[in-house]
């Protein structure tokens, strides 16, 4: 990866932060829930969703997806 491709992704998941972290505010204001459980929640969301897409295992980084 170079270093344009770096900073792009870099940005992206400044981006990306920035709208979880507004979501996880209108959400938690809007049905009452925790920060805390609002993230776990999320967690166990985009743990389901990555069991979605398929993985060769030779493409993984180790503990990539042990949490």
Known sequence: MNNNET???QNDAINLL???EDTSE???DEY???GEQFYVMMSALCD???R???IDPEDL???D???
Do not use: G, N, T, W
């Open 32 to 34: 009452r829930v925790s």
């Open 61 to 63: 980084v180790e503990d």
């Open 7 to 9: 900073q792009k992704l």
């Open 18 to 20: 920035e709208l979880i």
């Open 48 to 50: 389901a969703k990555l």
């Open 65 to 67: 997806y042990d949490d």
């Open 26 to 28: 209108h959400f938690c």
């Open 52 to 54: 979605q897409f398929p």
